[in-house]
């Protein structure tokens, strides 16, 4: 998009119910009254399901999740009409409006899928009583509200960006495509490296997705550690698949052009799944400071309910962050060059490549960056503070092993994944640094992802014995 050629409608105005102005008092007031009534009631929905261990079956926790959706879905819109009908400002500004629209038709898409979750569980408990506790399982009952965030995001991801093009169609950019030149490969060794990544691709995959499956087969493995660890392994798989496919594909035929939709979507969920990463690590740091500091109190901190909104806050706050960065990213200018030196859509190229002020980007970035990276990095770093504190209290060698073999694993992908990350965005701004990013980024979304189950399974005992018991199970089978 030319600086010229942007749309010159910066805010839009909310026009609001038709209401005589001697009537907006009792309107603010009747509608604050229906805010407050929804934000608090749906909260004690959710209290009294957390607190009640009688109501720790899949029908409340959906229900819990609900009520959350919906305090959501009414905070999207009713504070903005209310502080409009008191101050008379009806103006929304144009990033404001767009992430209004995505965030409300994300919560309304969650509030369907929900329904439609518990009218199944509701056909299992009447139709199947018998087989409920079978069929409604943690593992599925998760999935099942996972599955609904996902869905959801992607869906009001693609109105979103469908509006954002249609809005801005008869300005649109002269950069329709971006060129992809990816990695600095000679011809002659192209095969090999095809070959090379292909292999490891396939490894990450199969080898996340089998950690996955052990962890829902082997009821061993039903602990929050391995909850978040199954989480984890999801995100590396979706992590690889957004980079790593077009890459093969690009080195396979030679074709480097990518769509200008295709670009922004691809840097929208390389920064998604890039922040849950960031954010789970840090999780499952806190989840280790607990198992090892306060033993005692495992169980009744680390309750289902707090791990299910610790993930699923992991996903709204990521979700955010990378709206964010894609909603600013749409509002910048690009011109002549469409040349991107990398193997995919990176956000810091981009932002190179545009020919309007970036500053509000950059803002963004380092703040984003400190939210998505610099707190979950000293949340880990605090979390293995205590835990070495606790251990130097009463040293032992027994101690020291059984911390190890707890948080080795852990430790081993978070010294990878945040050490790469150091590299690339602390690295100089010399002519060689596209290189640089480029060995960085590989390491996090390729080398990375692919070393996990290795690191998880080889160091960890229980995952091993698992593994054994599924390999002799399907020896006996055949």
């Known amino acids: 998009m030319r600086r010229e050629n942007k749309s010159s409608v910066s805010e839009f105005l909310l026009l609001g119910f038709p209401i005589q102005p001697e009537q907006q008092g009792v309107f603010f007031t009747l509608f604050l009254g229906m805010y407050l009534t929804t934000v608090l009631g749906n909260l004690l929905i959710i209290?009294?399901?957390?607190?009640?261990?009688?109501?720790?079956?899949?029908?409340?926790?959906?229900?819990?999740?609900?009520?959350?959706?919906?305090i959501s879905l009414s905070s999207i819109i009713v504070p903005k009409m209310l502080m409009n009908m008191q101050?008379?400002?009806?103006?929304?500004?144009?990033?404001?409006?767009?992430?209004?629209?995505?965030?409300?038709?994300?919560?309304?898409?969650?509030?369907?899928?929900?329904?439609?979750?518990?009218?199944?569980?509701?056909?299992?408990?009447?139709?199947?009583?018998?087989?409920?506790?079978?069929?409604?399982?943690?593992?599925?009952?998760?999935?099942?509200?996972?599955?609904?965030?996902?869905?959801s995001c992607i869906h009001a991801l693609l109105h979103t960006l469908l509006l954002k093009s249609s809005m801005n169609r008869e300005n649109q950019s002269s950069v329709s495509e971006f060129l992809l030149l990816g990695l600095p490969i000679r011809p002659e060794q192209q095969g090999v490296f095809f070959a090379l990544f292909l292999g490891m691709y396939l490894t990450t995959v199969l080898g996340n997705l089998l950690i996955i499956l052990l962890i829902r087969l082997d009821s061993h493995l039903h602990t929050p550690m391995y909850f978040f660890l199954s989480n984890l392994a999801f995100t590396d798989v979706c992590f690889s698949s957004v980079t790593v496919p077009k890459m093969l594909r690009n080195m396979q035929t030679q074709h480097l052009s990518i769509s200008y939709p295709g670009c922004i979507s691809q840097m929208y969920?390389?920064?998604?799944?890039?922040?849950?990463?960031?954010?789970?690590?840090a999780v499952m740091a806190y989840d280790r400071y607990v198992a090892i500091c306060h033993p005692l109190h495992y169980t009744t901190i680390m309750k289902e309910d707090l791990c299910v909104q610790l993930v699923a806050s992991s996903w709204i706050l990521s979700c955010g962050s990378a709206l964010l960065h894609t909603l600013l990213l749409t509002q910048v200018s690009f011109c002549a060059d469409n040349i991107i030196p990398h193997f995919f859509c990176s956000l810091r190229i981009l932002l190179k490549l545009s020919c309007s002020n970036t500053s509000l980007n950059e803002l963004?970035?380092?703040?984003?960056?400190?939210?998505v990276v610099i707190f979950p990095l000293s949340g880990i770093l605090v979390s293995y503070g205590h835990i070495g504190a606790s251990i130097l209290k009463v040293p032992s060698t027994k101690g020291i092993c059984k911390a190890l073999s707890t948080c080795g694993s852990h430790l081993s992908v978070v010294s990878l994944f945040y050490g790469t990350i150091m590299a690339l965005y602390?690295?100089?701004?010399?002519?060689?640094?596209?290189?640089?990013?480029?060995?960085?980024?590989?390491?996090?979304?390729?080398?990375?992802?692919?070393?996990?189950?290795?690191?998880?399974?080889?160091?960890?005992?229980?995952?091993?014995l698992a593994l054994g018991i599924l390999f002799r199970n399907k020896i006996l089978f055949t």
């Open 47 to 70: 209290l009294l399901i957390r607190l009640d261990s009688r109501l720790h079956t899949p029908m409340y926790f959906f229900l819990s999740q609900l009520a959350l959706s919906d």
């Open 87 to 151: 101050t008379q400002q009806q103006s929304i500004h144009y990033v404001g409006c767009i992430s209004q629209m995505y965030f409300f038709i994300l919560f309304a898409c969650l509030d369907n899928v929900l329904l439609a979750v518990m009218a199944y569980d509701r056909y299992v408990a009447i139709c199947q009583p018998l087989h409920y506790t079978t069929v409604m399982r943690q593992e599925l009952c998760i999935s099942l509200i996972a599955g609904s965030w996902f869905f």
């Open 269 to 281: 969920f390389y920064l998604l799944f890039g922040c849950v990463d960031n954010i789970l690590l």
């Open 364 to 371: 963004a970035i380092f703040t984003a960056g400190a939210v």
């Open 426 to 464: 602390f690295s100089t701004s010399s002519g060689s640094s596209n290189d640089k990013d480029m060995i960085a980024s590989l390491m996090y979304t390729v080398v990375t992802p692919m070393l996990n189950p290795f690191i998880y399974s080889l160091r960890n005992k229980d995952m091993k």
